[in-house]
């Protein structure tokens, strides 16, 4: 028995890149293969040594593969994890779970009849400011959690838009950022039951929005606000706040707000305010800045991946979670489409 875990990466495009990185700086885990019917993954392939396969069939009928990471386009998500579960195989399937709902609930319940794991990219879970804060929920340093506040303002130029799909249905950034977002507003907050959600696309005039505000319920009780933009030059996101992809220049400024009954939190940058001596508001209110762990999240993924193949760990992002994303964003976007609140109590 080999003591690394062996890992392939199916789809050896942007994010795939990064994950293969991230496999060679683990020294838990090694690069099984590359999976990539293009010439870039083969090329891909050639840089690290690692065997290539154009295919995910033949990769898995090859074997020497304790888990796979499937970085391929979302159309391709279902149909690899299934493969991937019908083999015995653990995957990490890169967000969203699945192109569709049908498709992404087939995945868990595969995963769950078959006891293989089944973990979704939602790697901003591994960060260490995201457990911290979650922690402080948890202990209840917050008190009962009221209500919950994201900012997702950033300017994409416009040649990020010369790659046709993302002026169409379905690459706005609502699926593509907003997604990420969400999934920490339901990992703070519990499952949202019900969103409202509007949504424009006045200043690009694309199909696609440019600019949405949600309104949300959480099962829990708590309320909700999302506001998002790619058009509006700000610092006021998770992408220019949490310095976790060097992509993005870093700011000091903060993206989300948790409001409690005992006290509040801004997240990334960890101040919690609270009223020291008498609870009121005109009373002072101090901050505790609490110190930030900074460690990169796709390393501490695949890490934690390892983890999950050798010694069962449960998933920290599971496919049911993966499930929940998804179904939110949709209901977000049926919500904008329609004009009307949808409930999310029944999509799961
Ligand atoms: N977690 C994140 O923050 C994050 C960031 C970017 C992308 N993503 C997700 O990762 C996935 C890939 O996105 P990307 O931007 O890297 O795309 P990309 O287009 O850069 O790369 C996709 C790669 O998959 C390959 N491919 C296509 N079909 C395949 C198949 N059947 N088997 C194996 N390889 C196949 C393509 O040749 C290409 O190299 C998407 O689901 C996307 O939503 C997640």
Known sequence: MTTTTRIAVAGAGLIGKRHIDAILAVRAAELA?????????????????????????????????????????????????????????????????????????????????????????????????????????????????????????????????????????????IFINLIHDIDLMQHFAGPATEVHAMQSSAVRGFEVEDTAVIILRFGSGALGTMNLSDTVPAPWSWELTAGENHAYPATTETAYWIGGTKASLAVPNLALWSHPDVQSWWSPITATNLPLETSDPLLRQIVHFCDVIRHGAAPVVSGRDGLAALAAIEAVKRSADTGTPVRLDAEL
């Open 33 to 173: 293969c590359v999976i990539d019917p293009s010439d870039a993954g083969r090329i891909v392939a050639a840089q690290t040594g690692a065997p290539h396969f154009t295919d995910l069939e033949s990769a898995l009928r090859r074997g020497g593969i304790d888990g796979v990471i499937l970085a391929t386009p979302n159309q391709r998500h279902a149909e690899g994890a299934l493969m991937c579960i019908d083999a015995g195989c653990p995957v990490l399937v890169e967000k969203p779970l699945a192109s569709s709902i049908d498709d992404a609930r087939a995945i868990v319940a595969a995963g769950e009849a078959a006891g293989v794991a089944v973990l979704v990219g939602h790697h901003r879970r591994h960060n260490p400011i995201i457990a911290k804060a979650r922690d402080l929920i948890a202990e209840g340093a917050l008190g009962r959690i009221v209500s919950v506040q994201a900012t997702t303002w950033f300017y994409k130029p416009e040649d990020y838009f010369e790659t046709g799909w993302r002026r169409k249905a379905g690459a706005g950034p």
